[in-house]
């Protein structure tokens, strides 16, 4: 299971051990500054693996598409939070949570603030 904490300046998402595994990653940290939007899609995209997993609708790590660099961790196409970035090695992280329509309100909430 995902994890997401809130810490004063940035945003740290911390992946499942299997979810590592599946994506060769552990960690991301994204500085609140960096979000340019937030959202809950539902995210039926054809992405380039270049290192990770995807298995039918689940994908996990690095992907690519028309010059955009996506950090996917999803079993699902449906309902997923997404993070548009600005100056972040990934343009574009797609999560799926258990929780997520109650994490999109503190992330929003937190961008009005910084």
Do not use: C
Not at 33 to 40: A, E, H, M, Q
Not at 50 to 55: A, C, E, K, S, V
Not at 104 to 114: A, C, E, F
């Amino acid at each position: 299971m995902k994890t997401i904490l809130f810490e004063e300046d940035k945003l740290i998402i911390s992946l499942s051990s299997l979810e590592t595994i599946l994506g060769l990653k552990h960690t991301i940290e994204v500085p609140y500054n960096n979000i340019k939007d937030v959202s809950i899609e539902d995210t039926h995209l054809f992405l380039w693996k270049i290192y990770g997993t995807h298995l039918g609708a689940s994908k996990y790590g690095y992907f690519k598409k028309d010059g955009v660099n996506y950090f996917v961790a999803s079993s699902t196409n449906k309902g997923n939070l997404v993070l548009t970035l600005n100056n972040h090695k990934y343009d574009k992280i797609i999560l799926e949570l258990d929780h997520v329509e109650d994490v999109l309100p503190q992330i929003q909430n937190r961008l009005r603030t910084d």
